[in-house]
Protein backbone atom coordinates (compact mmCIF):
# COMPACT_ATOMS: atom_id res chain seq x y z
CA UNK A 1 0.00 0.00 0.00
CA UNK A 2 1.68 3.20 -1.06
CA UNK A 3 0.38 6.81 0.76
CA UNK A 4 0.39 10.18 -0.91
CA UNK A 5 -0.71 12.62 0.55
CA UNK A 6 -0.08 15.44 -2.03
CA UNK A 7 -2.12 14.92 -4.49
CA UNK A 8 -3.79 18.40 -5.98
CA UNK A 9 -5.85 17.29 -9.20
CA UNK A 10 -6.07 18.97 -12.56
CA UNK A 11 -6.76 16.26 -14.86
CA UNK A 12 -6.78 16.33 -19.16
CA UNK A 13 -7.34 13.48 -21.02
CA UNK A 14 -8.73 11.22 -23.36
CA UNK A 15 -12.50 9.92 -22.87
CA UNK A 16 -13.02 5.78 -24.49
CA UNK A 17 -15.98 4.87 -25.19
CA UNK A 18 -17.81 1.42 -26.76
CA UNK A 19 -21.36 -0.47 -25.94
CA UNK A 20 -21.39 -1.95 -22.94
CA UNK A 21 -20.73 -5.86 -23.32
CA UNK A 22 -19.98 -5.53 -26.62
CA UNK A 23 -16.65 -6.89 -28.27
CA UNK A 24 -15.93 -3.45 -30.36
CA UNK A 25 -12.38 -1.51 -29.22
CA UNK A 26 -12.74 1.54 -27.23
CA UNK A 27 -12.85 3.91 -29.11
CA UNK A 28 -11.48 7.94 -28.76
CA UNK A 29 -15.11 10.46 -28.52
CA UNK A 30 -12.80 13.32 -29.40
CA UNK A 31 -12.65 16.61 -27.14
CA UNK A 32 -14.42 16.25 -23.78
CA UNK A 33 -14.16 19.69 -21.84
CA UNK A 34 -16.29 17.97 -18.73
CA UNK A 35 -16.25 14.59 -17.55
CA UNK A 36 -18.31 14.55 -13.93
CA UNK A 37 -19.44 12.30 -11.22
CA UNK A 38 -21.89 13.33 -8.76
CA UNK A 39 -22.89 10.48 -6.07
CA UNK A 40 -26.44 11.22 -4.78
CA UNK A 41 -27.09 9.40 -1.30
CA UNK A 42 -30.16 9.48 0.96
CA UNK A 43 -29.89 9.62 4.67
CA UNK A 44 -31.89 7.58 6.73
CA UNK A 45 -32.46 8.75 10.74
CA UNK A 46 -33.49 7.34 13.73
CA UNK A 47 -34.25 10.71 16.11
CA UNK A 48 -33.41 9.81 19.71
CA UNK A 49 -36.76 9.26 21.65
CA UNK A 50 -34.77 8.19 24.92
CA UNK A 51 -34.82 11.77 26.60
CA UNK A 52 -36.19 15.33 25.93
CA UNK A 53 -34.61 17.27 23.05
CA UNK A 54 -34.02 14.98 20.61
CA UNK A 55 -31.47 14.56 18.00
CA UNK A 56 -29.75 11.80 16.31
CA UNK A 57 -29.80 8.41 17.44
CA UNK A 58 -28.61 6.56 14.19
CA UNK A 59 -28.40 7.26 10.67
CA UNK A 60 -27.59 4.99 7.71
CA UNK A 61 -26.25 6.68 4.37
CA UNK A 62 -26.91 4.80 1.27
CA UNK A 63 -25.66 5.93 -2.35
CA UNK A 64 -29.33 6.63 -4.32
CA UNK A 65 -27.32 7.00 -8.36
CA UNK A 66 -23.95 8.12 -9.66
CA UNK A 67 -24.80 10.67 -12.10
CA UNK A 68 -22.41 11.18 -15.58
CA UNK A 69 -22.09 14.27 -16.93
CA UNK A 70 -20.15 14.87 -20.32
CA UNK A 71 -19.71 18.02 -22.64
CA UNK A 72 -18.73 16.62 -25.80
CA UNK A 73 -17.06 19.19 -28.79
CA UNK A 74 -16.78 16.65 -31.13
CA UNK A 75 -19.95 16.21 -32.91
CA UNK A 76 -19.15 13.64 -35.29
CA UNK A 77 -21.63 10.69 -36.23
CA UNK A 78 -21.22 8.52 -33.62
CA UNK A 79 -21.40 10.88 -30.78
CA UNK A 80 -24.50 12.32 -32.41
CA UNK A 81 -26.37 8.58 -32.63
CA UNK A 82 -25.92 8.12 -29.43
CA UNK A 83 -27.37 11.27 -27.85
CA UNK A 84 -29.88 11.76 -30.45
CA UNK A 85 -30.84 8.06 -29.64
CA UNK A 86 -30.66 7.18 -33.32
CA UNK A 87 -28.63 5.45 -35.96
CA UNK A 88 -25.70 6.22 -37.95
CA UNK A 89 -25.28 4.93 -41.63
CA UNK A 90 -21.71 5.82 -43.72
CA UNK A 91 -23.28 6.30 -47.11
CA UNK A 92 -20.74 5.54 -49.97
CA UNK A 93 -20.11 8.46 -52.78
CA UNK A 94 -22.06 7.73 -55.76
CA UNK A 95 -23.65 9.03 -59.34
CA UNK A 96 -27.25 9.71 -58.97
CA UNK A 97 -29.46 9.73 -62.27
CA UNK A 98 -33.06 11.12 -63.30
CA UNK A 99 -33.64 12.45 -58.73
CA UNK A 100 -37.05 13.54 -59.98
CA UNK A 101 -38.17 16.98 -58.42
CA UNK A 102 -40.65 19.80 -58.82
CA UNK A 103 -39.61 23.11 -59.37
CA UNK A 104 -40.38 26.68 -57.85
CA UNK A 105 -38.71 30.22 -58.39
CA UNK A 106 -36.91 31.44 -55.50
CA UNK A 107 -37.24 28.02 -53.49
CA UNK A 108 -34.77 25.23 -53.22
CA UNK A 109 -34.64 21.85 -54.46
CA UNK A 110 -33.31 19.39 -51.66
CA UNK A 111 -31.51 16.88 -53.41
CA UNK A 112 -31.19 13.93 -51.70
CA UNK A 113 -27.50 13.87 -50.80
CA UNK A 114 -25.31 16.55 -50.01
CA UNK A 115 -22.67 18.09 -51.87
CA UNK A 116 -23.63 18.24 -55.38
CA UNK A 117 -21.25 17.76 -58.66
CA UNK A 118 -21.06 17.37 -61.93
CA UNK A 119 -25.02 18.76 -61.83
CA UNK A 120 -27.45 17.74 -64.88
CA UNK A 121 -30.90 19.37 -65.18
CA UNK A 122 -33.21 19.12 -67.96
CA UNK A 123 -37.15 19.09 -67.79
CA UNK A 124 -38.83 15.76 -67.37
CA UNK A 125 -39.98 16.51 -71.19
CA UNK A 126 -37.03 17.19 -72.75
CA UNK A 127 -34.61 14.99 -70.53
CA UNK A 128 -31.75 15.22 -73.41
CA UNK A 129 -31.88 18.85 -73.59
CA UNK A 130 -29.34 20.06 -70.36
CA UNK A 131 -30.56 23.50 -68.58
CA UNK A 132 -28.07 26.07 -68.09
CA UNK A 133 -27.23 26.67 -64.87
CA UNK A 134 -26.59 31.03 -65.56
CA UNK A 135 -29.37 32.61 -65.52
CA UNK A 136 -31.70 29.77 -63.38
CA UNK A 137 -30.37 28.01 -61.06
CA UNK A 138 -27.15 27.80 -58.43
CA UNK A 139 -25.91 24.57 -57.21
CA UNK A 140 -25.58 24.62 -53.49
CA UNK A 141 -23.99 22.11 -50.68
CA UNK A 142 -27.89 21.22 -49.74
CA UNK A 143 -29.25 21.25 -53.32
CA UNK A 144 -30.33 23.31 -56.40
CA UNK A 145 -31.42 26.82 -56.07
CA UNK A 146 -34.07 27.93 -58.70
CA UNK A 147 -33.43 31.79 -59.25
CA UNK A 148 -36.26 34.07 -58.61
CA UNK A 149 -36.13 35.05 -62.25
CA UNK A 150 -35.02 32.09 -64.28
CA UNK A 151 -34.92 31.90 -67.72
CA UNK A 152 -35.80 28.34 -68.82
CA UNK A 153 -37.61 26.86 -65.24
CA UNK A 154 -40.86 27.46 -64.37
CA UNK A 155 -42.97 27.18 -61.30
CA UNK A 156 -44.59 23.45 -61.51
CA UNK A 157 -42.07 21.88 -63.49
CA UNK A 158 -40.89 18.56 -63.49
CA UNK A 159 -37.20 18.48 -63.63
CA UNK A 160 -34.71 15.37 -63.70
CA UNK A 161 -31.50 15.78 -62.24
CA UNK A 162 -28.44 13.90 -62.26
CA UNK A 163 -25.03 14.52 -60.08
CA UNK A 164 -22.44 13.09 -58.52
CA UNK A 165 -22.31 13.10 -54.31
CA UNK A 166 -19.29 12.42 -51.88
CA UNK A 167 -19.15 10.01 -49.35
CA UNK A 168 -20.86 11.52 -46.30
CA UNK A 169 -22.05 10.17 -42.49
CA UNK A 170 -26.04 10.01 -42.07
CA UNK A 171 -27.52 10.30 -38.63
CA UNK A 172 -31.08 9.45 -37.95
CA UNK A 173 -32.02 10.71 -34.63
CA UNK A 174 -34.77 9.43 -32.30
CA UNK A 175 -34.76 5.67 -33.56
CA UNK A 176 -33.45 3.33 -30.49
CA UNK A 177 -33.25 3.52 -27.46
CA UNK A 178 -30.88 5.17 -25.06
CA UNK A 179 -27.25 3.42 -25.25
CA UNK A 180 -25.38 1.84 -22.54
CA UNK A 181 -21.59 2.59 -22.95
CA UNK A 182 -18.25 1.45 -20.95
CA UNK A 183 -16.06 4.59 -20.65
CA UNK A 184 -12.34 4.64 -19.86
CA UNK A 185 -10.70 8.06 -18.91
CA UNK A 186 -7.45 8.18 -19.91
CA UNK A 187 -5.94 10.77 -18.27
CA UNK A 188 -2.43 12.88 -16.83
CA UNK A 189 -2.27 14.94 -13.33
CA UNK A 190 -1.19 18.07 -14.60
CA UNK A 191 -1.11 19.52 -10.97
CA UNK A 192 1.21 16.26 -9.99
CA UNK A 193 3.71 16.14 -12.84
CA UNK A 194 1.45 14.35 -15.62
CA UNK A 195 1.51 11.38 -13.33
CA UNK A 196 -1.41 8.91 -15.15
CA UNK A 197 -4.94 9.25 -13.42
CA UNK A 198 -7.17 6.11 -15.21
CA UNK A 199 -11.31 5.63 -14.50
CA UNK A 200 -13.01 3.02 -15.96
CA UNK A 201 -16.80 3.48 -15.43
CA UNK A 202 -18.19 -0.10 -16.59
CA UNK A 203 -21.89 0.89 -17.65
CA UNK A 204 -22.83 4.37 -18.39
CA UNK A 205 -26.18 5.01 -19.65
CA UNK A 206 -26.50 8.19 -21.33
CA UNK A 207 -29.52 10.33 -21.65
CA UNK A 208 -30.48 12.77 -25.03
CA UNK A 209 -28.35 15.78 -25.37
CA UNK A 210 -29.81 18.55 -23.88
CA UNK A 211 -29.01 20.96 -26.97
CA UNK A 212 -27.76 20.92 -30.22
CA UNK A 213 -26.61 23.97 -30.91
CA UNK A 214 -26.95 24.56 -34.65
CA UNK A 215 -26.21 28.46 -35.25
CA UNK A 216 -24.59 30.10 -32.31
CA UNK A 217 -21.46 32.71 -31.71
CA UNK A 218 -19.50 29.48 -29.79
CA UNK A 219 -18.33 26.47 -31.15
CA UNK A 220 -21.02 23.75 -31.00
CA UNK A 221 -21.36 21.16 -27.96
CA UNK A 222 -23.02 18.22 -26.70
CA UNK A 223 -24.25 18.37 -22.63
CA UNK A 224 -24.97 15.04 -22.20
CA UNK A 225 -26.20 13.32 -18.98
CA UNK A 226 -26.01 9.63 -17.79
CA UNK A 227 -26.14 7.54 -15.29
CA UNK A 228 -23.82 4.65 -13.50
CA UNK A 229 -25.36 1.67 -13.69
CA UNK A 230 -24.47 -1.76 -11.98
CA UNK A 231 -22.29 -4.13 -13.40
CA UNK A 232 -23.51 -7.73 -11.92
CA UNK A 233 -20.42 -8.93 -14.38
CA UNK A 234 -17.86 -7.35 -11.35
CA UNK A 235 -17.67 -9.86 -8.09
CA UNK A 236 -15.36 -10.64 -5.15
CA UNK A 237 -14.71 -9.23 -2.11
CA UNK A 238 -14.00 -4.96 -2.63
CA UNK A 239 -14.63 -4.84 -6.62
CA UNK A 240 -16.85 -2.04 -7.34
CA UNK A 241 -19.29 -3.01 -9.40
CA UNK A 242 -19.67 0.65 -10.98
CA UNK A 243 -16.37 1.98 -11.33
CA UNK A 244 -12.44 2.32 -10.29
CA UNK A 245 -9.97 4.85 -10.31
CA UNK A 246 -6.03 4.57 -10.86
CA UNK A 247 -3.78 6.59 -9.91
CA UNK A 248 0.19 7.03 -10.24
Given amino acids: ?15 YARIAGSAAALAPIGNVSELVLAINETTKKLQDYTKGGGGTYAQAKRVESVA ?11 NLARALFG ?18 RGGLIRLAHPGASA ?8 PSTPIAAS ?8 GIFVLDDAAAIDDGDALLIDYTHPAYDLVEALTSSAKILELSFGGVN ?23 GLINDNFAELQV ?17 FFKVQMV
Fill in 225 to 241: EGEVLVDPSKTGAGTSR
Fill in 190 to 212: EADSGNPVIVDLFRVQIGAAKNL
Fill in 68 to 78: CNMKLHDLNAT
Fill in 135 to 142: GNYEVRAE
Fill in 87 to 104: TETAVAGATVTDEAHTAY
Fill in 119 to 126: VGVALASA
Fill in 1 to 15: MTTKIYKPTLAAGQV
